[in-house]
């Protein structure tokens, strides 16, 4: 899956969880920058991620991740995409 494919169906799934059609995805966005991006919603944002993207996150994983560009990584890595955008991994 390329990259953009994975920025698409991120941004599909975010506006979905947080019921907000005008959500722009960026690298830098973290939950302070979003309305109702609480810990109850990040559990439901990930499994609905875990299930678009047909992976599943350790503990772990999730816990570490501090912005979308880092969740856009993980995904990279664990769907081998491979392609770099300066995101840390």
């Known amino acids: 899956m390329a990259n953009a ?13 947080f019921d907000d059609p005008e959500l722009v995805l960026t690298p830098a966005l973290t939950a ?3 309305d109702g ?4 919603t990040h559990l439901r944002l ?3 991620v ?3 993207f047909g992976v599943k996150f350790k503990v772990a994983e ?3 991740l501090k ?5 856009e990584s993980l995904l ?7 392609s770099s955008r300066g995101h840390p991994r």
């Open 32 to 34: 302070d920058d979003v």
């Open 76 to 82: 990279d890595a664990r769907l081998g995409t491979n």
């Open 46 to 48: 990930m499994l609905t």
């Open 62 to 64: 999730i816990g570490n």
């Open 37 to 40: 991006w609480d810990s109850l």
């Open 5 to 17: 494919e994975i920025e698409a169906k991120l941004t599909t799934i975010f506006r979905a969880v």
């Open 67 to 71: 912005n979308v560009g880092e969740l």
């Open 50 to 52: 875990e299930k678009a």
